[in-house]
């Protein structure tokens, strides 16, 4: 994730940027996955449709070698 910031002090002003690097971990013992390892597909779930056809839907992600779906905001 990038993240902007200005500052402004006595009439002078900047900006610049912060990195954070995400970190996923894989259970309770804080086993990490590498981000290589992570293939996502992303979905507006508003243009999915019923609950009960997502299924058919999603199908797709896995049968094309995604390992991980993103959920816009339901």
């Given at each position: 994730?990038?993240?902007?910031y200005w500052l402004r002090y006595e009439g002078e002003s900047s900006s610049g940027y912060v990195v954070v ?54």
């Open positions: 994730m990038i993240s902007v690097y995400p970190v996923l971990h894989l259970d309770h013992d804080n086993n990490i996955i590498p981000l290589d390892c992570v293939t996502t597909q992303s979905y507006l779930a508003k243009c999915l449709g019923p609950l009960d056809e997502w299924p058919d839907r999603l199908i797709v992600a896995k049968e094309s070698g995604y390992n991980m779906i993103h959920f816009t905001p339901l």
